[in-house]
Nanobody
Framework: QVQLVESGGGSVQAGESLRLSCAAS????????????MAWFRQPPGKEREGVGA???????RYADSVKGRFTISRDNAKSTVYLEMNSLKPEDRAMYYC???????????????????WGQGTQVTVSS
């Protein structure tokens, strides 16, 4: 069973920061919230869903070029929660943000949409110029 719940979205001005949270409840035969590869995706209005970044069970992170240096993904295994810290937000960061989870096996933990089958409901981020 996999349940992902995002929170923390909102409306901010360009240059401001937001921190999104993803509370993960994962209990399957093959992986748990501690071992899962976790990722953040976003879907701007009228566009395809795109990968923002991912974090593996050991804390290694990867990011899309568009957010490198501004966004940071972290995880607190004791709380089964993954975070997305977003700094220096830009109007083009406006999107619905989704948390996703997959088992740790099957290749490197990268924010590739077709690798993830468990998704949260999303949280909206709006950035005004």
């Amino acid at each position: 069973q996999v349940q992902l719940v995002e929170s923390g979205g909102g409306s901010v001005q360009a240059g401001e920061s937001l921190r999104l949270s993803c509370a993960a409840s994962i209990s399957t035969y093959t992986y748990t919230s501690r071992s899962a590869c976790m990722a953040w995706f976003r879907q701007p209005p009228g566009k395809e869903r795109e990968g923002v970044g991912a974090i593996d069970s050991g804390g290694r992170t990867r990011y899309a070029d568009s957010v490198k240096g501004r966004f940071t993904i972290s995880r607190d295994n004791a709380k089964s929660t993954v975070y997305l810290e977003m700094n220096s937000l830009k109007p083009e960061d406006r999107a619905m943000y989704y948390c996703a989870a997959r088992p740790p096996y099957g290749g490197a933990c990268l924010p590739l949409r077709n690798k993830f089958h468990n998704w949260g409901q999303g949280t909206q981020v709006t950035v005004s110029s």
